[in-house]
């Protein structure tokens, strides 16, 4: 992990935290397979990071200087190893709690690019069947944010 000047963590009014003085963004990757089954790039955090254990997506806190895509880019990028070359951007999904926000990009490769652990917040990264993917624990707030990033992927496979 990189030291930014958005590292850190907000509370929000519930009495959560979340990490990112300036928010957060990731990158939620989508491809097909030979038979044409839609799948998502997750990534198994690591026991040591907030939410450990748990399956979501390379992400992480955003700079000041940053725009959120450039963040979700950079963050993806650190924690994952491979090329990140030819995408091309779906949509985003913002999750805005007022004194903090989560941006989710979604972003569509030309195929199932072999990708690899990046850093030590990422204990695996694996190509899962859109499908099987809420069979996952998957980390709380991407677990709610799912039905969401589902129906725009969906839609965007379709289109």
């Known amino acids: 992990m ?4 958005g590292n850190g963590w907000v509370s929000l009014p519930d009495g959560s935290r979340r990490w990112g003085v300036y928010g957060a963004a ?3 990757l989508y ?3 030979t038979a044409g089954t839609g799948h998502v790039l997750l990534q198994h955090r ?10 979501g997506i390379p992400g992480g806190a955003r700079n000041r200087d940053e725009t959120p895509l450039e963040a ?8 994952v190893a491979g090329d990140l070359d030819e995408y091309t951007l779906l949509g985003v999904h913002e999750q805005d709690l007022t004194v903090w926000r989560y941006d989710t990009f979604m972003a569509r490769l030309p195929g199932m690019t072999p990708f690899r652990p990046g850093n030590s917040e990422s204990h695996e990264v694996r190509w899962v069947p859109v499908e099987s993917a ?3 624990p998957l980390l709380p707030p ?4 799912w039905p969401h990033l589902y129906a725009n992927l969906t839609a965007s496979a379709a289109g």
């Open 2 to 5: 990189l030291d930014g000047d």
């Open 26 to 28: 990731g990158l939620l």
């Open 31 to 33: 491809a097909t397979d």
């Open 46 to 55: 690591a026991g040591w990071t907030h939410m450990g254990g748990t399956w």
């Open 72 to 79: 979700a880019v950079r963050e993806f990028r650190e924690e």
């Open 134 to 136: 809420p069979a996952l």
């Open 142 to 145: 991407f677990r709610a944010a």
